[in-house]
T-cell receptor, first 113, second 112 residues
């Protein structure tokens, strides 16, 4: 157990739907990062939150949004889903800018049918 | 081209050494990482190296950095079947808010 908890582990939904992925960071970590892992794009950084505020944005589509709550858990919202959104979505947390890198959760596998 | 490149596959025999290579493009890279991903799991940090170092050793793992050629390698000594996994190289720098940019991963297959 890495200390980063992601739910659900698996999600199957239809095109056009909206889903919410949840992440609880490791205790003491203020930063949360979302990544998308797909076969064709590899591991892509989506967005970072630090202590409730958006800190950095990567290749996140406009149909996707995220937030971090006062208890530091984060949610990634994916709307108007397309087949191409099928992927593994990882959350990671860290001490801000620490060289120790990031602690990853085990991911949510999203399948859009 | 991609910022971090790795070969996709490596196959070795149990007990041999494995060497996984990575090249990166950003000369301002500050930290370089190796992560391991086992099936059904997230990425696990194996080791990292500061850009002002050229080598780091940690038990069976040896990281070599050639900053001039922007080349990073991970050597696993006495490779075991439990080392079979996908290995990701990553770099981070201040211009990118130290958020790691990952390669596509090298799938290491260890056969008896």
């Amino acid at each position: 157990d890495s200390g980063v908890t992601q739910t659900p582990k698996h999600l199957i939904t239809a095109t056009g739907q909206r889903v919410t992925l949840r992440c609880s960071p490791r205790s003491g970590d203020l930063s949360v990062y979302w990544y998308q892992q797909s076969l064709d794009q590899g591991l892509q950084f989506l967005i970072q939150y630090y202590n409730g505020e958006e800190r950095a944005k990567g290749n996140i589509l406009e149909r996707f949004s995220a937030q971090q709550f006062p208890d530091l858990h984060s949610e990634l919202n994916l709307s108007s889903l397309e087949l191409g959104d099928s992927a593994l979505y990882f959350c990671a947390s860290s001490v801000e800018r620490g060289p120790d890198g990031y602690t990853f959760g085990s991911g949510t596998r999203l399948t859009v049918v | 081209g991609e910022d971090v490149e790795q070969s996709l596959f490596l196959s070795v025999r149990e007990g041999d050494s494995s060497v996984i290579n990575c090249t990166y493009t950003d000369s301002s890279s500050t930290y370089l990482y190796w992560y391991k991903q086992e099936p059904g799991a997230g990425l696990q940090l194996l080791t990292y190296i500061f850009s002002n170092m050229d080598m780091k050793q940690d038990q069976r793992l040896t990281v070599l950095l050639n900053k001039k050629d922007k080349h990073l390698s991970l050597r696993i000594a006495d490779t075991q079947t439990g080392d079979s996994a996908i290995y990701f190289c990553a770099e981070s720098h201040s211009g990118g808010s130290y958020i790691p940019t990952f390669g596509r991963g090298t799938s290491l297959i260890v056969h008896p």
